[in-house]
Nanobody, 124 residues
Framework: QVRLVESGGGLVQAGDSLRLSCAAS????????MGWFRQAPGKEREFVAA????????FYGDSVKGRFTISRDYAKSMVHLQMNNLSPEDTAVYYC?????????????????WGQGTQVTVSS
């Protein structure tokens, strides 16, 4: 059973940056693709970014491409999401996810484990 714990959320102003982190435990970190998703009030959960099990490929949602960067630290079993030039439209609860996923990393149903989420609020 993989446990995921997110951190790093908060209240920032438009144009600011934040770095989210997700600590994984209880499994072999390198076996899993890792993803970030977000959900705003009244909206469906949205794909943000993902990274393959070997770190060889990264994927981004269209709304964050060029502003967000996903990375993983195998030594610490962590995955990070660097978010730059934030806008109010980025306000949401951000979730970390892990799954034995080779393809379709944008699909929430492919992930087996989820964190509890961390709130990101961007004021204008």
């Amino acid at each position: 059973q993989v446990r995921l714990v997110e951190s790093g959320g908060g209240l920032v102003q438009a144009g600011d940056s934040l770095r989210l982190s997700c600590a994984a435990s209880g499994g072999t970190f390198s076996n899993y693709a890792m993803g970030w998703f977000r959900q705003a009030p009244g909206k469906e959960r949205e794909f943000v970014a993902a990274i393959r099990w070997n770190g060889g490929n990264t994927f981004y949602g269209d709304s964050v491409k060029g502003r967000f960067t996903i990375s993983r630290d195998y030594a610490k079993s962590m995955v990070h999401l660097q978010m730059n030039n934030l806008s109010p439209e980025d306000t949401a609860v951000y979730y970390c996810a892990a799954g034995r996923v080779l393809f379709q990393l944008r699909d929430t149903s492919k992930y087996n484990y989820w964190g509890q989420g961390t709130q990101v609020t961007v004021s204008s």
